[in-house]
């Protein structure tokens, strides 16, 4: 039988597995972010002198940057979110987990700051792949004409 968490979660209760489950997701999906900064950096590297030439030099720039802001704030949070799970076993063990409410706490205010990380990496994902967009089409047309 799965022990039920004595704490509201958006309208219901979470278990210590589904506990354990975020913090698993919040892992995989960081590591998927980290290949996908690794592949914006090369496609920076492999496109720049394009994105100069199509007027981009401050834009680029500045998601560089911001590229470099989300790859030390990913390095960041793993160890955070390994430290959050590694304290939820150490719970489940003492069979505690239920009666943690600094624990809860924690884990709720960790799963709020994922999901704004998410959605502003999404953010900036989607201004790169405009810039992208934008200079493929220019680099398009030069072709053509």
């Not at 309208?11 to 960081?30: A, M, N, P, T, Y």
Request: charged share 40%.
């Amino acid at each position: 039988m799965k022990a039920r968490i004595k704490k509201q979660w958006y309208g219901r209760q979470k278990s210590v597995e589904e506990l354990h489950s975020d913090c698993k997701f919040w892992l995989s999906e960081i590591d998927f972010i980290k290949d996908e900064i690794n592949f914006l950096e090369h496609l920076f590297g492999l496109n720049y002198i394009d994105f100069l030439e199509a007027g981009f030099e401050e834009k680029v720039e500045k998601l560089i940057k911001k590229i470099k802001e989300e790859k030390n704030a990913v390095n960041k949070m793993y160890p955070l979110i390994q430290d959050h799970n590694n304290i939820l076993a150490d719970l489940m063990e003492s069979k505690s987990a239920e009666n943690n409410p600094t624990y809860l706490e924690s884990h709720l205010k960790l799963e709020k700051l994922m999901d704004l990380y998410f959605e502003k990496f999404k953010s900036i994902k989607k201004e790169i792949f405009k810039v992208v967009e934008e200079v493929t089409k220019r680099k398009e047309m030069k072709k053509l004409v």
